[in-house]
RNA sequence: GCCCGAGUGGCGGAAUUGGCAGACGCGGAGGUCUCAAAAACCUUUGUCGAAAGACGUGUGGGUUCGAGUCCCACCUCGGGCACCA
């Protein structure tokens, strides 16, 4: 072994070893592999450019997971790709006049230079690119499939329109009123477009929530509340015809409320219903009708929403009939009634909805209480009375929403509520007259996926006048996107003859191709399953390699996806296994979302504020161990951090410290030696019982994947380890465990700091193969334990003294040590109890 | 309004799940080496106090021999959903 220290040169030691990786093909996912299979995923990007820090942090965190998986003797697939259709592709197009796909694979060639240089272990021969033929080809397909079950469909019905990207976007893509991607105010727009049904696997979505135990709690519930599930009734009023008398039409309303029906003293429509349109078309009411309507369509979507705005209605002039009372109901149009929600339609209770009492004080509409609580005057006066006899009242806002019911015929006096009694009971009665019955509404709404853009996958149908909406058929897939439109002069696909102008399937007519793009995230809810096979020219996965490589096992990415992509991804698996492609009902077992780095002064990073550390600028002075170890140490994984130098600095002196602590102990090691602990002097066996202490304690912060403290457990083993190395003269160290400790101090440090564990393996310790081929250390509970520890001697829970006693000593010698210790406190006074915690401290009860 | 989190030194953060609060690192102070500086190494560093000691995990209560950790009430901050009937 080497006299003398090398001095430590992260970009000479990064360069050596990232070529031997790619050469060697050490990080290849091997199918013949008898090792359990562990798969770590981190969400892939999207190449708008070269990766930021955000990026890093990412990869790193990922990189960390899978390199010690496989050290654990897993065998790692750790994959990566691109999700390269979308619109900052397009719009760089058309401001530099070049080709949308020209610019991608550009930024893709530097993101994957970047990834190399950060030394990521990737699997790179299953790279995939989601603009590549041979991927989106299989979202066609995938769609197809859909089709023919029904789970794609299209419909008309008013939109959300971004008048800056020129397209629709989903519901989940309109984030605080505003498109989520360029923070314009979407218009609203009645459209045909094309949709996914995730509705109607709604239900599943939410149910499977619990079983997804590795996943943050916040995400779970932000799908839990995004999906908005909600137990109620449907209620049928009857249309009155002129006279006031029951016509044969029905009109359903949702509500969650059904024991409030009493207290329904009108009826509402949204402004876009057909059904309003229709009862005021002709009449006086018309045109107070046109022009709430009109008004509606001028305010953006965020003007509407928000429970502070004025309610605004008008009266249609007719009437429904409530089916419990009999009254009549007078139906309104009001703006803040949801065209899509429940059946459209709701009966208006201004006693226990806030917001249909706000429209009632308005319009001078009757507000009749229906339900009290016990002390509530109210309550004494009407607690028997099934009639109504106080038939408005004058408050300031709605009623509780719990308490007992009065004036409600024979349901007086029943408890009310959402989930009551009385609820139950009004279901029942409506159901035998079969007027009403229980149903659940979700908020969640189809996935609207046509976007009229170019870049994007294809939607693979044809429009024929004579057969109307016809698949294309698989064999012709893919349906290519034309790579030569002049984007520059903003051409697009509905104006391009070469691509949209074809044939139809079934007639063989003249027929126009759907020039809509699917969604990019339709492109990004299965690629996880394209890397299990990512060759595959048959079909989009084998169900074989599915089932090797599936669940993934760790999954990594940033929490602004956890409606979005996360709950996509989640419906597109469920899909693929009721098609009977995979067994499988959730994709992602474990579930972490990494935290945002922000600048030094907690700022996010934006080219536009100018703050953004690219992550060249630390790979460049420090190389990328450094940026690697700074970003796992700064804080835990799933905070946010702000940038901080110093960290950076400190985890490079780190480095370098732990790599003269490692050559300092190569010098006297020897890995022929056997390591003998019993005749290891005493700093020997303390070094000895510390590597087998912070190993544990090492491991136990990797399996929860809490690096921050997995590596602060690694530094006080290189200081113990330099403490032996200053204390003990050379001629005197135990050259086995020198070479033991420092053994573990590569294996333990490898999985974070690559380039650097693989150098000192090879050329400190004089190992061949690769570290990675090295399994994790085994560490040793018994050989932890010291012989002697210190407790904490307490008086009334109050710590008095510390001792030192032997690890092993029995209660009984504990409490007598510990009296012993405090006997001039304890003088005259009487011992009531005392608490021995071995190995921690013994407590006295006296007084 | 509803639903999730989180509040610990000057800072980032630990605390093996009810058992010695502040691990590890940053920063600070002092020192060694040097003509000097940098680097490196050593000592020290929760607050108050000269010391003994006292006080300390957002606030106020409670349970317990013992609470950062559990229970109740509240305050503050962050995030998500929101005219969803």
Not at 11 to 33: H, L, N
């Amino acid at each position: 072994m080497a006299d003398r220290i090398p001095v430590y040169d992260a970009e000479a030691i990064e360069t050596k070893w990232q070529g031997v990786w790619d050469r060697e093909e050490t990080f290849k996912a091997r199918e013949d592999s008898t090792r359990p299979k562990k798969y770590v995923l981190e969400m892939f990007p999207y190449p708008s450019g070269d990766l930021h820090m955000g990026h890093a942090r990412n990869y790193t965190i990922g990189d960390a997971m899978a390199r010690q998986a496989r050290m654990r003797g897993f065998e790692v697939l750790h994959p990566m790709g691109f999700d390269a259709f979308g619109l900052p592709a397009e719009n760089a197009a058309i401001k530099n006049k070049t080709q949308a796909g020209k610019w991608t694979y550009a930024n893709m060639d530097q993101a994957v230079a970047t990834m190399k240089r950060m030394g990521f272990s990737y699997d790179y021969d299953r790279l995939v690119r989601t603009c590549d033929p041979d991927y989106y080809k299989w979202g066609q397909w995938a769609f197809l499939k859909m089709w023919e079950k029904g789970l794609a469909y299209r419909a008309t019905s008013p939109v959300n329109w971004c008048p800056s990207c020129n397209t629709v976007l989903a519901n989940e893509q309109v984030v605080d009123g505003k498109c989520w991607r360029c923070g314009s105010v979407p218009e609203k727009r009645e459209l045909s477009q094309w949709y996914l049904r995730i509705t109607d696997y709604a239900q599943e979505l939410l149910d499977d929530l619990d079983q997804l135990d590795g996943w943050p709690e916040n995400v779970k519930a932000q799908q839990r509340n995004w999906i908005g599930r909600s137990e109620g009734a449907e209620i049928d009023f009857a249309l009155a015809d002129a006279d006031g008398k029951a016509t044969d039409r029905l009109i359903t309303v949702f509500t969650t409320r059904p024991d409030t029906l009493y207290g329904t003293t009108f009826f509402l429509l949204p402004p876009e219903s057909k059904l309003a349109a229709e009862l005021v078309e002709g009449t006086e009411y018309e045109q107070a009708y046109q022009e709430l309507k009109k008004s509606v369509e001028q305010v953006s979507s965020v003007e509407r929403q928000g429970s502070g705005r004025e309610k605004h209605g008008v009266f249609t002039g007719r009437y429904v009939i409530n089916p419990l009372t009999g009254k009549l109901l007078p139906i309104w149009v009001a703006d803040y009634i949801l065209l899509d929600y429940g059946t459209g339609a709701v009966m208006g209770v201004p006693c226990g909805d806030q917001r249909d009492f706000e429209f009632a004080r308005t319009y001078g509409l009757d507000i009749p209480p229906i339900i009290a609580q016990k002390d509530d005057p109210l309550y004494e006066q009407l607690k028997d009375q099934q009639e109504m006899v106080v038939t408005s009242v004058d408050w300031d806002q709605a009623m509780a929403a719990e308490g007992y019911l009065i004036q409600s015929g024979p349901f007086t006096g029943m408890k009310g509520g959402k989930h009551s009694e009385a609820v139950d009971a009004i279901i029942a009665y409506l159901g035998e007259r079969g007027i009403g019955r229980k149903t659940v509404q979700f908020r969640l709404r189809d996935w609207l996926i046509s976007r009229q853009r170019y870049w994007g996958n294809p939607i693979p149908m044809i429009h024929c006048d004579c057969c109307g909406d016809v698949p294309v058929p698989y064999e012709d897939l893919p349906v290519t996107l034309p790579e030569d439109l002049d984007l520059g002069a903003g051409e697009t696909l509905a104006e391009y003859a070469p691509f949209f102008e074809t044939t139809c399937p079934k007639c063989g007519k003249p027929a126009k191709r759907i020039t809509d793009t699917m969604d990019t995230f339709t492109c990004s809810s299965w690629y996880f399953l394209r890397y299990c096979d990512p060759h595959n020219a048959e079909l989009p996965f084998s169900k074989e390699s599915v089932d090797r490589w599936m669940p993934v096992d760790n999954y990594i990415g940033g929490i602004e996806h956890a409606i979005l992509h996360l709950l996509y991804s989640r419906f597109w698996t469920k899909v693929m296994r009721d098609l009977g492609m995979i067994d499988l009902d959730e994709p992602f077992t474990n579930l972490l979302c990494q935290g945002m780095v922000k600048d030094a002064k907690g700022e996010t990073m934006s080219k536009s504020k100018g703050n953004v550390v690219p992550p060249s600028s630390v790979i460049g002075p420090y190389g990328a161990d450094t940026m690697r170890l700074a970003i796992l140490f700064i804080a835990p994984s799933e905070k946010d951090f702000n940038w901080d130098e110093e960290v950076v600095a400190g985890a490079n002196r780190f480095i370098k410290r732990a790599w003269r602590t490692v050559w300092g102990l190569a010098q006297t090691a020897s890995a022929d030696a056997a390591l003998k602990v019993g005749s290891l002097d005493a700093a020997g066996k303390e070094l000895y019982r510390r590597m087998h202490e912070l190993g544990l304690r090492c491991t136990y912060d990797f399996d929860r994947y809490q690096f921050n403290t997995a590596i602060s457990a690694v530094m006080e083993l290189v200081n113990d380890a330099n403490a032996y190395l200053n204390n003990v003269p050379a001629q005197k160290r135990d050259a086995a465990l020198c070479f033991c400790v420092a053994r573990c101090i590569v294996a333990m440090l490898s999985p974070i700091i690559p380039h650097w564990g693989e150098e000192l393996y090879h050329e400190a310790l004089g190992l061949t193969g690769s570290a990675y081929d090295e399994p994790w250390p085994t560490f040793d509970e018994e050989a932890a334990k010291a012989s002697t520890v210190q407790i904490a001697v307490q008086l009334m829970g109050k710590v008095r003294g510390r001792i030192d006693v032997p690890a092993d000593a029995t209660k009984d010698e504990l409490e007598a040590a510990a009296k012993e210790a405090l006997a001039d406190v304890l003088e005259g006074k009487t011992v009531r109890k005392v608490v021995v915690v071995p190995g921690r401290l013994v407590n006295i009860v006296a007084n």
